[in-house]
């Protein structure tokens, strides 16, 4: 089994900054591909970010890409989105999300976190 909990959501303006941390627990979390997924209400969750194992690997969706980083940190089992150049558009609920596969497919993914809301305003 393996928890994931994120932190660092909040409220911005827009053109502002958030970074969300996901915390994992167990020993095994460099075996994990680590995604991260938004939803907004009445709306299908969607893709946002993927990283590798590794670390070497990351992937985008376009909406983001050029103002979202994906990063981890093994030795503290965690997980970052540094979010730069907030538009209201972006605002959801963001889920971290844990699999041995490499997919932007939410429904491959078998580990998730209860989300942290992210508010962007114009």
């Known amino acids: 089994q393996v928890q994931l909990v994120e932190s660092g959501g909040g409220f911005v303006q827009a053109g502002g900054s958030l970074r969300l941390s996901c915390a994992a627990s167990?020993?095994?979390?460099?075996?994990?591909?680590m995604g991260w997924f938004r939803q907004a209400p009445g709306k299908e969750r969607e893709f946002v970010a993927l990283?590798?194992?590794?670390?070497?690997?990351?992937t985008y969706a376009d909406p983001v890409k050029g103002r979202f980083a994906i990063s981890r940190d093994n030795a503290k089992n965690t997980v970052y989105l540094q979010m730069n150049s907030l538009k209201p558009e972006d605002t959801a609920v963001y889920y971290c999300?844990?699999?041995?596969?490499?997919?932007?497919?939410?429904?491959?993914?078998?580990?998730w976190g209860q989300g942290t809301q992210v508010t962007v305003s114009s």
């Open positions: 999300a844990a699999d041995t596969s490499y997919s932007s497919s939410p429904a491959l993914y078998r580990y």
């Open positions: 990283l590798s194992q590794s670390g070497s690997s990351t």
């Open positions: 167990g020993r095994t979390f460099s075996r994990y591909a």
